[in-house]
């Protein structure tokens, strides 16, 4: 099957500074992308869709200026998380619809904690 | 989309079949019921999915009622390898996105 890979799988940094995951689809191009995130015990919350050649959907709650999203090509998306902060520490997960229309490929995602 | 309703955990024993509901009971036509799993720190993973229909793949089998206001998982052999959390999502076709409840937290005791 399809293969969605996110970039770093942990990371750390601290308190202010920013940080940039990346979701790449391997073998099969998105020109959509969704961002999620996940507390612990917790379920996905969809926090934006990522849209190739135009500006990303937030879903209501989400800070579009703390979260930038850039889906660069028809393989690449990234989440910028700005300015971050201890709250924004969490299991960041992106996936892809295949070309199926009942497909979607998740990543494996990203622990991010901010120290 | 519609909401559903899973139990919060359950447990099954190893190599038995593992039966995990969902209630859909505002499900609209147009709609088909999705199965995903998620093993703990990883993202999840499309099992099955279904309009009407009875459903069979490798992975599983899915059980929808007449009325579609409910559906069953089936996982025929139960290995340890199944622990997951188990999400059961209403999404309707054409639209690509996923919204996940709170789903089940399946065991598999050996």
């Known amino acids: 099957g399809a293969v969605v890979s996110q970039h770093p799988s942990r990371v750390i940094c601290k308190s202010g500074t920013s940080v940039k995951i990346e979701c790449r689809s391997l073998?099969?191009?998105?020109?959509?992308m969704f961002w999620y995130r996940q507390f612990p015990k917790k379920s996905l919350m969809l926090m934006a869709t990522?849209?190739?050649?135009?500006?990303?959907?937030?879903e209501q709650g989400v800070e579009k200026d703390k979260f930038l999203i850039n889906h660069a090509s028809l393989t690449l998306s990234t989440l910028t998380v700005t300015s971050a902060h201890p709250e924004d520490s969490s299991f960041y997960i992106c996936?892809?619809?295949?070309?199926?229309?009942?497909?979607?490929?998740f990543g494996p995602g990203t622990r991010l904690t901010v120290t | 989309d519609a909401k559903t309703t899973q139990p919060p955990s359950m447990d099954c024993a190893e190599g038995r079949a593992a039966n995990l509901p969902c209630n859909h009971s505002?499900?609209?036509?147009?709609?088909?019921v999705y199965w995903y799993r998620q093993i703990h720190s990883q993202g999840p993973q499309y099992i099955i999915h279904g309009l009407k229909n009875n459903e069979t793949n490798e992975m599983a089998s899915l059980i929808i009622t007449e009325d579609r206001k409910s559906s069953t998982l089936i996982l025929p052999h139960a290995t340890l390898r199944d622990t997951a959390v188990y999400y059961c999502?209403?999404?309707?076709?054409?639209?690509?996105?996923?919204?996940f409840g709170t789903g089940t937290r399946l065991t598999i005791i050996p």
């Open positions: 999502i209403v999404r309707g076709f054409g639209n690509e996105k996923l919204t």
């Open positions: 073998d099969f191009q998105a020109t959509t």
């Open positions: 990522s849209n190739e050649g135009s500006k990303a959907t937030y």
């Open positions: 996936s892809a619809p295949g070309v199926s229309s009942y497909e979607q490929y």
């Open positions: 505002t499900i609209s036509g147009n709609e088909y």
